[in-house]
């Protein structure tokens, strides 16, 4: 596979679940990102890693968790979720200091 | 910090025809300014970016985008567009300070719906 791949495509989970979404990048890039893009709104930028250390944390609950493990893989775990938080949260990387971004398709989330 | 205004939500247009999407910024400092487009069920794509030098700059699918400073506007343009051309189509700036795709501040967005 080439690009930016995340699964799963989509996820329904209820408030008190526990699910991890996750996301590999085979571009050999060393930035990773997470957005969330909710409808009539501008994507947000939710987390930043760089050389695997979390760069940026946008004042994002404390129930979504992101984890970086290597440069190729990041994960974003979540915990007690509401239904606002019912999005498509979409994964990107980058090579750090570049000016493009390579996004993933997205994994929809509904929460009920 | 800066923002991003496309003012249009939705623009209808015939197969065929010219298109223009505008994107307006707001910045206290220098920007690099970005088209992304988002098909349905897809992430996003770069179309084009403006770095430096020409206003102008032309990108993938034939679309081109023109640089103002006077006006902070970034407008996409195509002279003419195909069905496939249907997608949402975001205006994405970043600070030239830091420059880098981590700094990404996105419009809400406008939806080009091609027609026969």
């Known amino acids: 596979e080439t690009g930016v791949t995340q699964t799963p495509r989509h996820l329904v989970m209820g408030m008190t679940n526990k699910k991890s979404l996750k996301c590999e990048q085979h571009l050999g890039h060393n930035a990773m990102y997470w957005y969330k893009q909710s409808a009539k709104k501008p994507l947000e930028l939710m987390f930043v890693y760089s050389l695997e250390e979390r760069v940026e944390n946008n004042s994002v609950p404390s129930r979504f968790s992101p984890e970086c493990p290597n440069s190729s893989h990041l994960f974003l775990h979540l915990h007690t979720l509401q239904p606002e938080d019912s999005a498509l949260y979409l994964c990107?990387?980058?090579?750090?200091?570049?000016?493009?971004?390579?996004f993933g398709q997205g994994t929809r989330l509904t929460v009920v | 910090a800066q923002s991003v205004t496309q003012l249009d939500s939705q623009v209808p247009v015939f197969e065929e025809a010219p298109v223009e999407l505008r994107c307006n910024y707001s910045s206290s400092v220098s920007v690099y300014l970005f088209w992304y487009v988002q098909y349905p069920n897809q992430g996003l794509q770069l179309l084009l970016k403006y770095l430096s030098g020409s206003t102008l700059v032309k990108g993938i699918n034939g679309f081109e985008a023109e640089f103002n400073k006077s006006q902070t506007s970034f407008h996409l343009r195509k002279p003419s567009v195909h069905i496939s051309d249907t997608a949402e189509y975001f205006c994405a700036v970043s600070d030239r300070n830091t420059g880098t795709a981590s700094k990404l501040t996105f419009g809400t967005g406008t939806r080009l719906q091609v027609t026969l």
């Open positions: 990107a990387s980058s090579q750090e200091g570049g000016f493009e971004a390579f």
